[in-house]
């Protein structure tokens, strides 16, 4: 495990200098997850819209990595100055809401589209609340979630 946290570690850190800045990425391991977090001065170009500039530096170190990451059948999250962290937090905190509006009116209630990442927080929190349930919906870049109140079991 040493050996492909310093391999992760390196070439994150060769990808984020051909980007033109500096820094130091932390790697940790977690539920067979390698979490690459990274700390910058001006996150924000990084990060890009919505996320989409940290979606794509994601997409290419996991590119880099292809064949190390194949053989220890771990899956790659990068994080830049937290953003990840921040969001999924907030996703959770709005998947709640929404699963409690789903238990008052009985009416499901359509996420918009999210990453993968996000779609399963909101599995996650949700699946702790009773009378709700969750299903995904939707292909590539639309995909969302649905929360509805939860199915009747046949007796």
């Known amino acids: 495990m040493q050996e492909l946290t310093s391999k992760v570690k390196n070439k994150a850190k060769d990808l984020i200098a051909l980007i033109g800045y500096e820094a130091d990425p932390i790697v940790t391991f977690r539920d067979s997850v390698i979490f690459v977090n990274v700390e910058i001065d001006s996150p924000g170009l990084l990060i ?26 771990m899956a790659l999250v990068i994080d830049i100055s937290g953003y990840r962290d921040k969001k999924v937090e907030s996703t959770k905190k709005f998947a709640r809401e929404k ?32 009378d709700v349930e969750t299903e995904s919906i939707g292909e590539g870049r639309e995909r969302r979630v649905v929360i509805k109140p939860k199915s009747a079991k046949p007796k």
């Open 48 to 73: 890009g819209k919505g996320g989409e500039g940290l979606d794509a530096l994601q997409h290419i170190l996991r590119t880099m990595l292809g064949r190390e990451m194949a053989e220890e059948r």
């Open 99 to 130: 699963a409690l509006m789903v238990i008052t009116t009985g009416i499901p209630e359509e996420l918009p589209a999210m990453s993968s990442f996000e779609r399963r927080a909101v599995h996650m929190v949700v699946a702790n609340i009773a």
